[in-house]
């Protein structure tokens, strides 16, 4: 897929392995100039929720309908987590104070236990539609087994 073929105010449509043929609004596909690790040729997602649980969704290819993440909002499953990533990692994205994040961590099955990869965060800026997969400065897992339900979320006023 090419930049031209995403456009403003267009919506396209996706065969998928997963969910069928989805119509997605063209404002809803996130590029990661960079792609995610192992899949750097794959750079147009969709983020779909998993239901009504807003904790765990799915990260769709759009370059390959096969492709799909069971992804997690870490801070949901783990206590007190915190990101630290290198200010490099972030130049290459137009980021301002004011844009709205999101950090999601990619789950897998690993001998039966569900874990999230804590060390290889992707990091999506909702107001413009971009992401990047960045490795985090920090000592984090690359399996954090998810044994415990989700934390509900905190509403501020």
């Not at 596909?29 to 750079?43: A, M, Q, T, V």
């Not at 009504?52 to 309908?65: K, R, T, Y």
Request: neutral net charge; proline residues 5%; hydrophobic residues 40%.
């Amino acid at each position: 897929m090419s930049q031209r073929s995403v456009r403003k105010g267009r919506a396209m449509k996706c065969k998928t392995s997963r969910f069928g043929e989805l119509d997605i609004a063209s404002d809803r596909i996130i590029l990661f100039p960079d792609g995610i690790i192992g899949f750097e040729d794959k750079r147009h997602w969709v983020l779909l929720s998993e239901g009504e649980d807003d904790s765990v969704g799915w990260l769709q290819s759009l370059n390959d309908g096969d492709l799909a993440f069971l992804v997690v909002t870490p801070h949901r499953f783990v206590e007190d987590y915190s990101l630290k990533v290198h200010r490099s990692q972030l130049m290459t994205l137009p980021w301002s104070p004011e844009d709205r994040s999101l950090t999601l961590a990619i789950v897998s099955d690993h001998d039966g236990k569900l874990t999230a990869n804590l060390k290889a965060p992707l990091l999506v800026n909702v107001d413009r539609c971009l992401g990047r997969q960045v490795l985090v400065a920090d000592e984090q897992p690359v399996q954090c087994v998810l044994t415990q339900k989700p934390a509900p979320l905190r509403k501020t006023a």
